[in-house]
């Protein structure tokens, strides 16, 4: 471990501490900065992170009509996804997070309007990630003591529990750090992932300063007698073996690179059915450059449009791409046609509609069974549009995933029908 350390105690301006003013505190080499919730500066730029546990989350709750209490949650999303990954990005790294652990809570409400709030922090998301899913809460102060040298002096001063972790069936890289009884109220799990009883109530800010100094030293302290160091001059040294086993796994390494650009491909193929606008454009190109092979023109003259090109580059069949929350339009069918015709075409020129309709629907099922009336399929034909829906597209894909004639079969489709292009998975229909 390095000499000097840098940790962050990040969002103690959530609490309800008196007077609370930040201080830089530096003390046996470590430097400690008071980081605000909404600060620009991002987490993984420390070595280790303190957070209260709950600054994520805020609870309200009203009294209904028949007497039921309702609880509404509300959570700082966007704020908890940044931080989420700057955290993962800092343990990755070799850092560690210790949360202040007060009374964790993952259900509200009452009888029939009991919710689940499993998920809506980060200490609970990372409890969850690493297996810790039954936790429950106790009144009264229990009697706490703690297992290590290193933070006999915490439980001493703040040690207040709240929240019982069960541990039972954890072994590997997990210690109890902190107990009362037979009951688990602190751990740490890999080195990295610290969970301490506190119950943080008419602090002030020199009881803060204190509380986060006392908790750095003891987890330096904890982690350096715990650690194996590896010093570069270890690589002077080399077993037969060790060489071949690295070998093994740079090539284990470009293999699964490449399966991941391959599994990147399919979900992002599978992406149409929940993008709309330019980017829904650029996805449904990419499948018919990569997929099938098709030249495209993709000049963006009027955004939501391109063109599939013979093998003398004059176009075939002219593209229109669209995404909506609601059902398939007669508009929609317009709009293919009067960007055909601002492109210098007729209607003898075959259109293609390509539509994510209905994208608030969830569900492979629920989205295949939406239709398209009886009345725009008609127009469609009348105005020499076939439409497709991105569910009968990403159908099409999968049942043609393994012919080697795609390309051809699927243009032959474009060129030579109207109306709606409805594919299952087992089978193609055209309707019209």
């Not at 990630?129 to 936790?135: A, D, K, L, S, Y």
């Not at 706490?144 to 541990?167: C, M, N, P």
């Not at 009067?338 to 007729?346: A, D």
């Not at 469609?380 to 829906?389: D, T, W």
Request: proline share 1%; aromatic share 10%; charged share 25%.
């Amino acid at each position: 471990m390095n000499n000097e350390h840098v940790i962050y105690a990040y969002a103690f301006d959530k609490l309800n501490i008196q007077n609370f003013s930040k201080k830089e505190i530096c003390e046996n080499g470590l430097i400690i900065k008071f980081i605000d919730f909404n600060s620009f500066e991002p987490l993984n730029n420390a070595n280790g992170v303190i957070i209260p546990q709950g600054i994520f989350e805020t609870f309200s709750s009203h009294k209904m009509f028949n007497g039921f209490i309702n609880v509404e949650v509300s959570i700082s999303k966007n704020m908890l996804l940044k931080r989420a990954h700057e955290i993962y990005n800092l343990i990755e790294s070799g850092g560690w997070v210790c949360f202040l652990v007060s009374e964790i809570i993952d259900e509200v409400g009452s009888e029939r309007y009991r919710k689940n709030v499993y998920n809506t922090d980060l200490c609970k998301q990372i409890l969850n990630t690493i297996g810790v899913n039954e936790r429950k809460n106790i009144d009264g102060v229990p009697y706490l003591s703690s297992k290590t040298d290193e933070f006999r002096a915490f439980v001493k001063q703040y040690g207040i529990g709240k929240t019982i972790f069960k541990l039972s069936n954890k072994k590997d890289g997990f210690n109890i750090l902190i107990t009362s009884g037979t009951s688990v109220f602190g751990f740490e799990a890999y080195l990295k992932l610290y969970f301490l009883p506190v119950q943080i109530v008419n602090f002030n800010t020199k009881d803060v300063i204190n509380l986060v100094k006392i908790i750095s030293l003891a987890i330096n302290d904890y982690r350096q007698k715990r650690e194996i160091a590896y010093p570069k001059w270890f690589s002077e040294l080399s077993f037969k073996e060790e060489e071949e086993l690295k070998n093994k796994l740079n090539e284990l390494a470009e293999e699964e690179l490449q399966i991941n650009r391959k599994l990147e491909k399919y979900s992002k193929y599978k992406a149409i059915l929940t993008t709309s606008g330019e980017l829904l454009r650029k996805i449904i190109i990419d499948i018919f450059v990569d997929f099938f092979n098709f030249n495209i023109d993709s000049k963006d003259k009027f955004k939501e449009d391109f063109k599939i090109l013979g093998k003398d580059t004059n176009p075939i069949v002219f593209c229109e791409v669209k995404g909506t929350k609601k059902g398939i339009k007669r508009e929609h069918i317009n709009q293919v046609d009067s960007h055909r015709e601002r492109s210098g075409y007729g209607i003898n020129k075959k259109g293609i509609l390509i539509i994510n309709n209905e994208m608030a629907i969830s569900g492979c099922k629920e989205r295949f069974d939406t239709s398209i009336t009886e009345e725009q399929v008609k127009h469609a034909r009348k105005m020499n549009v076939l439409i497709i829906r991105t569910i009968d597209l990403i159908n099409y894909l999968i049942l043609q995933q393994d012919n080697i004639n795609r390309s051809d079969q699927f243009l032959d489709i474009l060129k030579n029908n109207v109306g709606w292009l409805k594919v299952s998975e087992t089978g193609i229909e055209t309707i019209n």
